[in-house]
């Protein structure tokens, strides 16, 4: 993880490496490798529920040929209608489990995350990052993002964003066509596989403003005013058109019972220190007079303040500029001279993370035992409609096609109210228990819930299995 920039040779005014030292192109790209097990560290087991029903809904859009515009996998909510804003992000998951399972699933998630690290030392080498300072910032960086990095389609929107930079950043300095055509491909691809490209136009819109402020940007406003209009117009090269600002609305209002769509938490650590850590890479851009970036950090920013969703978006457009800022000449004294000590500890700390991936390889793909009753979903009689727990919903729809769910992480489908009711009366168990299980035949919930503790106690209901993330109920028939 360290560059020899420090003891370069100075020949005809061009810098060039010093004997016995690797060329800087070959230290950013053994930067990049040094975190290939990170991540693959991120693929070893699936701790989001979205994964699974999204892995389904793939695979019955690539049987049908077209994607479910009503949904087919609840009985609380069959037939209703059904918006996907990641239809895209679905076939994908579903032609990499048609491959190789929920291992092959993420691997390719895998192939992404290491997409974005690439991506982050690429923009940090733009900005004139040293190559060692930007490995070791990242490496820290990673214990962070490492839990925003599950098999989910938010990952396009972080390997969208920094694409975007870069083709903004290009399109101040140099514009020509290509860099339009490139914004376009970008959004029209980003829209599909994941309906967050407003975040994209909105960094453009940003990054056009602020042009505007500064006389020697000025001159790129009409290449700006068209790239926003461009990424507005893409933004609707989607199967739902117009529909897609509707679709993210009804996405945001149902989704408040989610922790992520939750406003900015300044008491979470993990949330202050990325939101402190943006406002200074902010500062940081400004002084730099670095338009996009500041656009991108503006605009980030404000959105992890309504929803902390927008966290690791913030984080990821933050690393590049703080990489640049720490690739001071001190700084990069003090790594020549701890060159050797350096490059051992980096060496060590690659070699632990791939010894840890070595060891859970078997695991990769596995969804989290804490979490999902993988046994119980099995032991569901055919056929059956569940009553079950909002997380074990979307492995149900994966595992079990045979049978009905009655609720998943579909907020948008069911609605906040729906959603909350579920919740409250899986936790208390109480009322009449005849009339709020009317219809289902099994019932799925944590073994310590109130209504785990309620069908214990009734000889209407058999307990069939019962694991440490839940307890499967069968219906006595005739009672």
């Known amino acids: ?265 300044l008491a979470d650590p993990r949330e202050l220190v990325p939101f402190a850590l943006g406002l200074v890479a902010l500062v940081i851009a400004a002084r730099r007079r670095e338009i996009v970036l500041s656009a991108a950090l503006v605009t980030s920013l404000a959105g992890s303040v309504a929803a902390m969703r927008i966290i690791p978006i913030l984080f990821l457009v933050s690393l590049p500029i703080l990489m640049s800022a720490a690739s001071h000449p001190v700084v990069l004294r003090y790594f020549e001279s701890r060159r050797r000590m350096l490059a051992q500890c980096g060496s060590l700390a690659v070699a632990a993370v791939i010894v840890l991936v070595a060891i859970n390889l078997p695991g990769v793909g596995r969804p989290d035992p804490a979490v999902y009753p993988t046994d119980a979903i099995g032991a569901i009689p055919a056929g059956c409609t569940v009553f079950n727990d909002y997380l074990v919903g979307g492995l149900v729809i994966l595992q079990r096609p045979d049978v009905r769910v009655s609720l998943d992480s579909r907020n948008d489908l069911y609605g906040a109210d729906r959603v909350n009711n579920f919740m409250r009366f899986i936790e208390k168990g109480d009322g009449d228990l005849a009339e709020r299980l009317s219809g289902a035949d099994c019932v799925l919930v944590p073994p310590s819930s109130g209504l785990a503790r309620s069908l214990r106690a009734d000889p209407r209901w058999k307990l069939e299995t019962d694991e440490s993330a839940a307890a499967l109920f069968v219906h006595v028939p005739g009672t």
């Open 1 to 265: 993880m360290v560059e020899a920039r420090g003891a370069e040779a100075v020949r005809d005014g061009l810098p060039r490496p010093a004997a016995g030292r690797l060329a800087p192109r070959k230290l950013w790209l053994l930067a990049w490798l040094a975190f290939l097990p990170i991540a693959l560290a991120c693929a070893e087991n699936f701790s989001e529920s979205d994964t699974f029903w999204q892995i389904r809904t793939g695979i019955l859009t690539l049987e049908a040929g077209r994607f479910p515009t009503a949904d087919p996998f609840s009985w609380t909510a069959a037939g209703e209608p059904w918006t996907l804003n990641s239809w895209g992000f679905n076939i994908l998951l579903a032609v990499a489990y048609n491959a190789g399972g929920l291992p092959g699933v993420a691997l390719i998630c895998a192939v992404i995350v290491f997409a974005i690290f690439g991506l982050v030392l690429l923009l940090a080498r733009n900005l004139g990052a040293s190559a060692a300072v930007a490995a070791w910032l990242l490496f820290p960086a990673c214990l962070v993002l490492i839990i925003w990095f599950s098999a989910r389609p938010q990952l396009m929107d972080y390997l969208a964003v920094l694409f975007l930079v870069i083709i903004l950043r290009q399109l101040l300095d140099a514009p020509s066509l290509r860099q339009l055509g490139g914004l376009a491909l970008l959004i029209t691809v980003w829209v599909n596989l994941h309906a967050a490209s407003l975040l994209g136009v909105a960094i453009v819109g940003g990054t056009l403003v602020l042009a505007g402020l500064q006389k020697n940007t000025r001159r790129r406003v009409g290449w700006l005013s068209g790239a926003l209009a461009l990424a507005l117009l893409c933004s609707l090269a989607t199967p739902y058109g117009i529909g897609i600002f509707s679709q993210i609305t009804q996405v945001k209002a149902a989704s408040t019972v989610i922790t992520e769509w939750q406003p900015l938490n």
